[in-house]
């Protein structure tokens, strides 16, 4: 089965093909890179819709190049959740194109694409998953068809969290690699650790890190301890979820995972314990629509196709609602 996968949550327009048989994933994406602040949802959007069509067209001129005409099976795209007005493009985007190539239309969800490229990579059978991306932190684990969150963030996403403090130090978006390159000359200094049962919170150690850089903590320093906070916390509730669950495997998901001091504790961890750990490359890590196209390979074999009419955006889509339809190889 060949899939074109669309993705428009935020601020990448990407589009991919994948090809079940031989496994290749072909991805094309253009990312939004504010001139200065953060993500702002009106240019987020009219940058969706300035580049979704020239990915597109890349994209669909290398499944004609590499596979030959009409070799699209299946369309499918991220649902949500997401920034609205992006999804709506995505999704009007993804509904033409399932209407003009007469193919089915599949709607994916993003953090369960975040998870599944994971698993899918792996071959893990039934991993836990920490998916710490820009505007989410979860802990999932699958039980009873579904990936329930184990645990959570209280209040703002990981990435966001990095990212303000970066914007309050003047550097421009995305903060995470210049926190991680920064950090590498630093040394530690105290911040708040939240971690409440399975569930971790980020508002109050961005506020304290600012409040530490502003009384003249080195910059260095800050990210460091930034860094060593963060992670830990994270690592911890996934650790927790593994001993809970008595699950074995682990894999990683989301932008922030493309941290090396992240995957570092979390390997630690788990060699520690016996648990096998997978992080997906880069280009699976932050978001693309490769994970978009090979879940949606997976629902497309599994009949998991949605009409054109029942097929809205949802911006709050929570991967608790999603139910999993599909198993490892279905795709084929
Ligand atoms: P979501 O997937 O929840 O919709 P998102 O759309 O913001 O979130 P992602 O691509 O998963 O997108 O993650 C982007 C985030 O990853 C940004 O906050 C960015 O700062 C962070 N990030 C990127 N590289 C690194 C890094 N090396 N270290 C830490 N954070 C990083």
Redesign the pocket.
């Not at 991306?133 to 979860?138: E, F, I, L, T």
């Not at 992240?262 to 490359?281: D, I, V």
């Given at each position: 089965m060949r899939v074109l996968g669309i993705e428009g949550?935020?601020?990448?327009a990407s589009a991919a093909v994948y090809d079940s048989e031989t496994d290749d994933v072909h991805i094309e994406s253009d990312p939004y890179l504010p001139d200065s602040g953060g993500?702002h949802p009106r240019e987020a959007a009219e940058h969706m819709s300035d580049a979704l069509p020239s990915v597109v067209d890349a994209a669909l001129s290398y499944a004609e190049r590499e596979y030959g005409r009409a070799s699209i099976d299946a369309v499918a795209f991220s649902r949500g959740?997401?920034l609205g007005p992006c999804l709506r493009t995505a999704g009007t985007a993804a509904r033409s194109l399932a209407g003009s190539l007469s193919v089915p239309l599949v709607g994916v969800n993003?953090?369960v694409a975040?998870l599944e490229i994971g698993r899918h990579r792996s071959g893990f059978e039934n991993p836990i998953c920490l998916?710490?991306?820009?505007?989410?932190a979860h802990v999932l684990g699958y039980h009873d068809d579904r990936y329930r969150v184990l645990g959570e963030t209280m209040d703002t996403?990981?990435?966001?969290a990095?990212?303000k403090f970066?914007r309050h130090v003047g550097w421009s978006?995305?903060?995470?690699?210049?926190?991680?390159a920064a950090a590498a000359d630093g040394e530690f200094l105290e911040l708040p650790y939240v971690v409440k049962g399975m569930d971790f919170s980020f508002s109050g150690i961005m506020s304290a890190a600012k409040d530490r850089y502003d009384e003249g903590a080195p910059v260095e320093d800050v990210c460091f301890a930034l860094?060593e906070h963060v992670f830990a916390m994270l690592t911890e509730v996934a650790e927790r979820a593994l001993s809970l669950t008595g699950a074995d495997e682990l894999v990683l998901?989301?932008?922030?995972?493309?941290?090396?001091?992240?995957r570092e504790m979390l390997e630690a961890m788990c060699t520690q314990r016996g648990a096998s750990f997978f992080a997906p490359e880069?280009r699976f890590?932050?978001?693309?629509a490769g994970m978009i196209a090979v879940l949606g390979a997976k629902m497309a074999a599994a009949g998991d196709v949605v009409p054109i009419r029942e097929s809205s955006v949802d911006p709050n889509f929570r991967p608790d609602e999603v139910p999993v339809t599909w198993r490892p190889g279905d795709e084929s």
């Amino acid at each position: 089965m060949r899939v074109l996968g669309i993705e428009g949550t935020a601020w990448c327009a990407s589009a991919a093909v994948y090809d079940s048989e031989t496994d290749d994933v072909h991805i094309e994406s253009d990312p939004y890179l504010p001139d200065s602040g953060g993500i702002h949802p009106r240019e987020a959007a009219e940058h969706m819709s300035d580049a979704l069509p020239s990915v597109v067209d890349a994209a669909l001129s290398y499944a004609e190049r590499e596979y030959g005409r009409a070799s699209i099976d299946a369309v499918a795209f991220s649902r949500g959740p997401g920034l609205g007005p992006c999804l709506r493009t995505a999704g009007t985007a993804a509904r033409s194109l399932a209407g003009s190539l007469s193919v089915p239309l599949v709607g994916v969800n993003h953090m369960v694409a975040h998870l599944e490229i994971g698993r899918h990579r792996s071959g893990f059978e039934n991993p836990i998953c920490l998916n710490a991306s820009g505007a989410n932190a979860h802990v999932l684990g699958y039980h009873d068809d579904r990936y329930r969150v184990l645990g959570e963030t209280m209040d703002t996403g990981v990435g966001n969290a990095i990212d303000k403090f970066t914007r309050h130090v003047g550097w421009s978006h995305p903060g995470g690699p210049k926190v991680e390159a920064a950090a590498a000359d630093g040394e530690f200094l105290e911040l708040p650790y939240v971690v409440k049962g399975m569930d971790f919170s980020f508002s109050g150690i961005m506020s304290a890190a600012k409040d530490r850089y502003d009384e003249g903590a080195p910059v260095e320093d800050v990210c460091f301890a930034l860094q060593e906070h963060v992670f830990a916390m994270l690592t911890e509730v996934a650790e927790r979820a593994l001993s809970l669950t008595g699950a074995d495997e682990l894999v990683l998901g989301g932008g922030v995972g493309q941290n090396d001091r992240l995957r570092e504790m979390l390997e630690a961890m788990c060699t520690q314990r016996g648990a096998s750990f997978f992080a997906p490359e880069p280009r699976f890590l932050r978001d693309n629509a490769g994970m978009i196209a090979v879940l949606g390979a997976k629902m497309a074999a599994a009949g998991d196709v949605v009409p054109i009419r029942e097929s809205s955006v949802d911006p709050n889509f929570r991967p608790d609602e999603v139910p999993v339809t599909w198993r490892p190889g279905d795709e084929s």
